[in-house]
């Protein structure tokens, strides 16, 4: 059983830059894991993810300006968030899952739902 539990949230305004963090309770070196995030009132999608084996991808709403990493030696997954955009505004999770296909899927509630482990989220607001 891994716990997750994400920090680094909060309110910036539009064009600045956050830092979210995913500490994990154990190893996540073979997991894909997966930053997702929800608007109020839209369906939850993948934002960026990092498999197993190091791959990594964006959703083309935050490529270029969104960067994941992860820290094996202290099971922490990051997102580093700049030129953020009023649209960035949402809650953002992160998700953990050892046997999941670590591609984006079009369904994103679905696909967050296949993770066996998943984190309670941190407030993201952007202003204009």
């Known amino acids: 059983q891994v716990q997750l539990a994400e920090s680094g949230g909060g309110s910036v305004q539009a064009g600045g830059s956050l830092k979210l963090s995913c500490v994990a309770s154990?190893?996540?070196?073979?997991?894909?894991m997966v930053w997702f995030r929800q608007a109020p009132g839209k369906e939850r999608e993948g934002v960026a993810s990092?498999?197993?084996?190091?791959?990594?991808r964006y959703s083309d709403s935050v490529k270029g300006r969104f960067t994941i990493s992860k820290d094996n030696a202290k099971n922490t997954l990051y997102l580093q968030m700049n030129s953020l955009k009023p649209e960035d505004t949402a809650v953002y999770y992160c998700?953990?899952?050892?046997?999941?296909?670590?591609?984006?899927?079009?369904?994103?509630?679905?696909?967050?739902?296949?993770?066996?482990?998943r984190g309670q989220g941190t407030q993201v607001t952007v202003s204009s």
């Open positions: 154990g190893y996540i070196s073979s997991y894909c």
């Open positions: 998700a953990a899952d050892s046997s999941v296909h670590c591609v984006f899927s079009g369904n994103g509630g679905a696909w967050y739902l296949d993770f066996d482990y």
């Open positions: 990092i498999g197993e084996d190091g791959t990594i």
